[in-house]
């Protein structure tokens, strides 16, 4: 159990500028792309700031319009600004073409040389970010960008141990970042071995640790919890500082139709999540860093219930598919509305 904490989350990462294909449209034949910004550590604070929690996102900006343009929409969403350094010359950039039916999406980034992709350790005074905090949340994107990010993220994690705080991970593993010397397998142990809480799903855990289910196939849209449990086992086992391990489960029937549930282990016990199906998704990007927001917002709001934690989760991220862009901009009752079993749709008057 966890004990009650307060309430502010620190978060470190990248945020983009998204530029997404219209109408699902193909790169090849859009002549305008839906321009936003997202970026998985963002994303989270988004989401928690819609729940109420005060969240301060860190990262590296570049001083012009669009540094400052970013800092604009994070404060929209009421998202803290206070501890972004400047630096560097450009904001990174990702394009998104969205899929359908047996058409997958496809992401193409834009981010080398990016502002953050520079950082270096004691560029963040991380005491002074961490005054006042509970929890501090990576993800596996952060350390794939470069080494100075790497190096940036793991002081960032020694610090925050040392200071007491919560401290969760997001595998998210990306091989078209893993570019600048190391593979993922090499650098994310020491920094896993911080945490208290692992997310992750089949492709990250198997990707990054060689550690895979053994029951279900996710190319064919069957997953099954129990087949999850030697998975969450095994992670902890390698971790054994780890508190709780989490795995969404996600079965993908096409681009526009997927079912999707989570389990939670706390070393003992197994706990699994009504299981959605997703039928007209409009926008799955951002899909996991809602249920990490989500996750984050009910182990703090109530410590000892994983099972309310675990389900408010998967119901934050389930409305997630409905949102276009990468935040999840909904309230606690619309998530709550969901795990009370109410999904019509119909129009609130």
Known sequence: MFPVMKKKVI????IMLRLATPERQRFTQTNCFNATFGGGEANVAVSLANFGLSTEFITRLPENDFGQAVIMDLRKHNVGTN???NGGSRVGIYFLETGAVSRPSKVIYDRANSAISEIKPGMINWDEVFEGASWFHWTGITPAISEGAAMVCLEAIKISKQKGLT???????????WKWGKKAGEVMPDLVSGC???LGNEEDSDKVFGIRPEEGDVSKGVVTAEGYKSVCVKLMKKFPGAKKVIITLRGSINADHNSWSGVLY???KLFEAPEYQITHIVDRVGGGDSFMGGLIYGLITWPGDDQKALNFAVAASCLKHTIHGDYNLVSVAEVEQLMK???SGRVIR
């Open 196 to 198: 208290d809480i692992i």
């Open 83 to 85: 501890h972004i350094i």
């Open 11 to 14: 978060t470190f990462g990248e």
């Open 266 to 268: 706390d070393g003992i």
């Open 341 to 343: 079993g109410d999904g």
């Open 167 to 177: 401290v969760s991970c997001d595998l998210n593993f990306r091989k078209n970042l």
